[in-house]
């Protein structure tokens, strides 16, 4: 793997990962359904990676935190390896 230091080879310029870097993030939506009394803004965007992210921004707090939810579970198990889905989410 490349560091800083050192000059990257032709074959890392061309890897999948720098693909992604040249697409934009897509935006999906700024409204949301939201509580009358909720001042926080929203965001839904489409990475290049095609992950969906919902971005909420409060003025009122100085912390920032992120979440991921994986829809995989028991129903996305191989037929012929009960289980996995678990082990690996």
């Not at 040249?22 to 009394?37: I, K």
């Not at 839904?44 to 920032?64: C, S």
């Amino acid at each position: 793997m490349a560091t800083l230091s050192q000059p990257q080879t032709p074959a890392a310029l061309d890897s999948p990962l720098r693909e992604h870097r040249h697409r934009p993030v897509e935006r999906l939506t700024d409204r949301l359904e939201t509580p009358s009394l909720d001042t926080r803004c929203y965001r839904v965007i489409r990475l290049p990676n095609q992950l969906e992210v919902l971005l909420v921004h409060d003025e009122d707090t100085d912390k920032a935190s992120a979440a991921m939810d994986v829809n995989v579970g028991n129903f996305s198990d191989e037929p012929d390896m009960p289980g996995m889905a678990h082990a690996v989410d």
